[in-house]
DNA sequence: CCTCTTCATCGAATCGATTCGATCGTCAAC
DNA sequence: GTTGACGATCGAATCGATTCGATGAAGAGG
């Protein structure tokens, strides 16, 4: 008679609760509300169950047992778009992050980091990887593969500005008015031409002027939206697109734009960021353009960058930390079962030192 | 007689496996073999499997029981010390969590962050989520409270640069040699007035001057290390301590240090890292002092700061993403149940134009 | 002395999968 | 026509907790 042996994992040698309920001479429940910390155990017997689990090294009943018992894992994951490094990069991105962690944190609760290298987002891992919810923090996508996955498996999602669809719930800014704002401004200063440097319209590594077709097809929604904001005032303009939101990127665009003939010279370049405008405004120092005397340069964000030094940029002031925490309460709050409003935050024109009257012809 | 309701949470509504097997007149055993890709299914079952999960929206086994089968969650935990923002803020802290998720990622499983908010580094997170491992990326202390949580759970933990105990694996650099290399190259260019700007030594926001009693009580491997690297050339030197590792604290920190008569100012600077290097770097500048005519500034790391601009600092380089890379791997072996050897990976000098000659007194 | 609360504790049914050995045909070889 | 081998599928035992209503004992009120 072979001898039939059990089934499973290896045995981890760990004590469960139900040993440490046996110790104590409760029963498995009555040590689960214990470590609940419920006020119907008596405190007597809570401090002998407690006093077995310290004698057996017990630590606590198994997160991932406890997960599968409630449903929930008290993991949330983050989708960064591009790689990690390049997000980091970006002040925006950070702050929106730590927006995040603060509530999260407050809750208990973590944060996954999900970099969906180009196009493929790691379905595996979202295969693999437990998530009570998830948000879109850098990587607005409609049409993002990902988001069917969760929708799939019943993992709400948060939209930071995008995607948009009836299953997300959004935390907007308003991009457009808050560009038109700024756009408005430049108008008042007299200037007629206007150039745009955009951040990537798709993730495909793309770099330079932005023809009709490329334009209609803008995949993320706050470059769109930015986009918009421009033309609501100056019509159509001339649209630089850069490979990615840095610094070097807005810098090599810059020149582009600026080192031509002052008579074709934009007289003022719309950054839509501000990493995209510390870059312009290099360029325009390395080919000896006074800003705004010879051209005004502004952008979008509102961070204080390290690159710009004294400098006060003319920008777009946006609440990242506050998005950060809106899209975490919303977050939160679809793991309880509600289904929160989206949110629109409010923008503000900051008029800085970088924008200034039209210089004359 | 009272009808007997089913306990528990309530019902999701989400199709299981075993309504898939029903559908597809299999048992759930060979659903679940169907779903791993089991070579051992028939492709005609196979088939058949994938079409009534297909049917019913089931959108793959549940991460969540999987986990708790499985034993593991496909989730590595990172501690990045303080506030996620600083963290975030440190270049070479982005850089080691890049390393990290490229590692990571490519066996699908996720990083989750844990921002240790001073002291009380989040219990409650570490009690309630699931963690395969942990890897302490920016804060490796040695009487981390989190460090015996892990112990006690059974979670497997990777220390970069600490903290030091038998049952973390251990991804070093020589910090010490490297310092030393460092200062060596400064004694050979004639320095003996030297001060070393530090990075936080216990994270209690203290700033300034260090006395024997806090230099006795470094609370950071690396920290010590550098210190120590500098004292094996110069014997005790002034130590300046910041109170987080900014680029304003090391301008700060620079001030104190270079705002003195000339005949008592250091002849060199050692920052502990770049970004402090790069403070220092501005407070000489603001103080119409020539790097290095007047006085030599080095740091440590070898990240490509942009506060920087064109300047190229004499540094120590450490293979930052390689560390990552290492603390990843290691950490994904002892998810495997092996036992990894500790790393310790090589620096070097990289001798700039922030350091010369000593200046003629 | 009996009944009604109240309080603490227990039973038992899940949560949703994974996995190992056993089983049941089928087909080839002898 | 057996016997073996092999391939596909199934049974059943977990993984480790949570939770709700039930239960029993003790104390209060009549």
Same mark, same amino acid.
């Given at each position: 008679?072979?001898h039939r042996?059990?089934p499973?994992?290896p045995?981890?040698g760990r004590?469960?609760l139900?040993?440490?309920?046996?110790r104590?001479?409760v029963s498995?429940?009555t040590?689960?509300?214990?470590f609940?910390?419920?006020?119907?155990?008596a405190?007597a017997?809570?401090?002998r169950?407690?006093a077995a689990?310290?004698?057996?090294?017990?630590a606590?009943p /198994?997160?991932?047992?406890? !997960?599968?018992?409630?449903?929930?894992t008290?993991?949330?994951?983050?989708f960064? &778009?591009e790689r990690?490094?390049y997000?980091f990069?970006d002040?925006?991105?950070?702050?929106?992050?730590?927006g995040?962690?603060?509530?999260?944190?407050?809750?208990?609760v @973590?944060l996954l980091l999900?970099?969906g290298?180009?196009g493929r987002?790691?379905?595996?891992q979202?295969?693999?990887i437990?998530l009570?919810a998830?948000?879109?923090a850098?990587?607005?996508?409609?049409? /993002?593969?990902?988001l069917?996955?969760?929708?799939?498996?019943?993992?709400?999602?948060?939209?930071?500005?995008?995607?948009?669809?009836?299953d +997300?719930?959004?935390?907007d800014i308003d991009?457009?008015?808050?560009t038109?704002q700024?756009?408005?401004?430049?108008h008042?200063? &007299? *200037?007629?031409?206007v150039?745009?440097?955009a951040?990537?319209?798709r993730? =495909?590594?793309?770099r @330079?002027p932005?023809d009709?077709?490329?334009?209609?097809r803008?995949?993320?929604?706050d470059?769109? *939206?930015r986009?918009?904001?421009?033309e609501?005032?100056f019509?159509p303009?001339?649209?630089l697109e850069t490979a990615?939101?840095a610094?070097?990127?807005?810098?090599?665009? &810059?020149? +582009?734009?600026?080192?031509v003939?002052?008579d074709?010279r934009?007289t003022?370049?719309v950054?839509q !960021? =501000? +990493?995209?405008?510390?870059g312009? %405004?290099q360029?325009?120092?390395g080919?000896?353009?006074?800003v705004?005397? =010879?051209? !005004?340069?502004v952008?979008?964000?509102g961070?204080?960058l390290?690159?710009l030094?004294a400098v006060?940029?003319?920008?777009? +002031?946006q609440?990242?930390?506050?998005?950060g925490?809106?899209a975490a309460?919303?977050?939160m709050?679809l793991?309880?079962?509600e289904r929160p409003?989206g949110? %629109?935050l409010p923008?503000s024109?900051?008029?800085g030192?970088? !924008?200034?009257p039209?210089p004359a012809?």
């Open positions: 008679m072979p042996v059990a499973g994992r045995p981890t004590p469960t139900a040993a440490v309920a046996a104590a001479r498995p429940s040590a689960s509300l214990a609940a910390g419920s006020p119907r155990v405190p017997t809570r401090d169950i407690l689990a310290a004698e057996l090294g017990y606590g /198994d997160p991932i047992a406890a !997960s599968l018992r409630r449903g929930r008290g993991v949330i994951g983050a960064v &778009g990690l490094l997000a990069r002040p925006v991105a950070v702050q929106l992050l730590d995040i962690t603060e509530v999260l944190g407050g809750h208990g @973590g999900l970099a290298d180009a987002p790691a379905a595996d979202l295969a693999r437990p009570d998830a948000i879109f850098t990587c607005g996508l409609e049409d /993002d593969p990902a069917d996955l969760l929708r799939a498996r019943g993992v709400p999602v948060v939209g930071v500005e995008g995607p948009v669809a009836d +997300v719930v959004l935390i991009d457009r008015a808050g038109a700024l756009a408005a401004h430049l008042d200063l &007299g *200037h007629r031409r150039a745009v440097v951040m990537p319209l993730l =495909d590594g793309t @330079g932005v009709a077709a490329r334009r209609a803008v995949h993320y929604r470059v769109r *939206h986009i918009e904001g421009v609501d005032v019509g303009v001339p649209l990615s939101n610094v070097d990127e807005g810098e090599q665009a &810059g020149r +582009v734009l600026l080192d003939p002052a074709v934009p003022a370049v950054a !960021s =501000d +990493v995209l405008a510390a312009v %405004l360029a325009a120092a080919l000896g353009l006074r705004p005397d =010879d051209v !005004s340069v952008g979008f964000d961070a204080d390290p690159w030094g006060q940029l003319t920008t777009v +002031v609440p990242t930390d506050a998005k925490r809106a309460r919303a977050a709050a793991v309880a079962g409003e949110v %629109l923008v024109l900051r008029v030192t970088t !924008s200034g039209v012809a």
